[in-house]
């Protein structure tokens, strides 16, 4: 049992910044990488970026030097940087994480989401 907890969300102006989190915690042997999806109104569900437990990242086209994403292994926790946010990054985002658990199960989890809203 793994729960994925997000924060940060909010309304931003376009050009502006924002910083979101999530903390994965419970039955967890090992965090193998957490990322970020986001779903934007009338879009489907997108990939935005990922890092691993080395620290090697990926990012989608879109977002490539605007977002940073980074993460903290002892504290099973995963941040995205938004910088200069544009309306078009309005979305739910979601955070996910790749566990090994404790019971030996592999599996995805997902936080619950954050609604970023760019707008003026």
């Known amino acids: 049992q793994v729960q994925l907890v997000e924060s940060g969300g909010g309304l931003v102006q376009p050009g502006g910044s924002l910083r979101l989190s999530c903390a994965a915690s419970?039955?967890?042997?090992?965090?193998?990488?957490m990322g970020w999806f986001r779903q934007a109104p009338g879009k489907q569900r997108e990939f935005v970026a990922r890092?691993?437990?080395?620290?090697?990242?990926i990012y989608t086209d879109s977002v490539k030097g605007r977002f940073i994403i980074s993460g903290d292994n002892a504290k099973n926790t995963v941040y995205l940087q938004m910088n200069n946010v544009k309306p078009g990054d309005t979305a739910v985002y979601y955070c996910?994480?790749?566990?090994?658990?404790?019971?030996?199960?592999?599996?995805?989890?997902w936080g619950q989401g954050t609604q970023v809203t760019a707008s003026s």
């Open positions: 419970g039955r967890i042997f090992r965090v193998n990488l």
């Open positions: 996910y994480a790749d566990v090994r658990t404790i019971d030996g199960s592999s599996d995805r989890y």
């Open positions: 890092i691993t437990s080395a620290g090697s990242t």
